[in-house]
């Protein structure tokens, strides 16, 4: 099972029936990717779901996601604040160090510093698009 660290603009993005990234969705919840979150994630999520969403929706959602086998909830230890422009940011880039994760999932463009190859320690950033097309490809 892959291990990704998706950002919340994406979470939001994915849940949607209508999103033609609602793929996504389905495969965390068939258990083919591994979603790794913190508690300060799993509060942005939270915090999120009731702003752009109903009180019973962001409930529902939530209940899914602490639910789920294929949560990992992961501690960090150490803060490496390589997103300079959005210091918040950095609990994506944190998490997915910390997990091993193999994509931070993000259309924020405050992570395209990701990409520079002077970067240590190295994060591998896909778009919501980017990594549907890898779902795509890989699942075909």
Request: a negative charge; aromatic letters at 10%.
């Amino acid at each position: 099972m892959e291990r990704i660290t998706l950002d919340t603009n994406c979470l939001l993005e994915v849940l949607s029936r209508q999103s033609p990234m609602h793929y996504i969705w389905e495969k965390i919840l068939l258990g083919d990717i591994v979603l790794c979150v913190t508690t300060e994630i799993m509060c942005e999520y939270a915090e999120m779901l009731e702003q752009h969403s109903s009180p019973q929706i962001a409930q529902r959602v939530m209940f899914q996601l602490e639910n789920m086998t294929n949560l990992e909830k992961i501690s960090t230890y150490f803060r490496w604040n390589l997103i300079k422009q959005d210091p918040d940011d950095n609990k994506f880039v944190d998490c997915a160090i910390a997990a091993n994760s193999k994509f931070i999932v993000s259309n924020d463009k405050h992570f395209e510093v990701l990409r520079r190859k002077t970067i240590w320690p190295r994060v591998s950033l896909k778009t919501l698009k980017e990594y549907h097309e890898h779902l795509s490809a890989r699942y075909s």
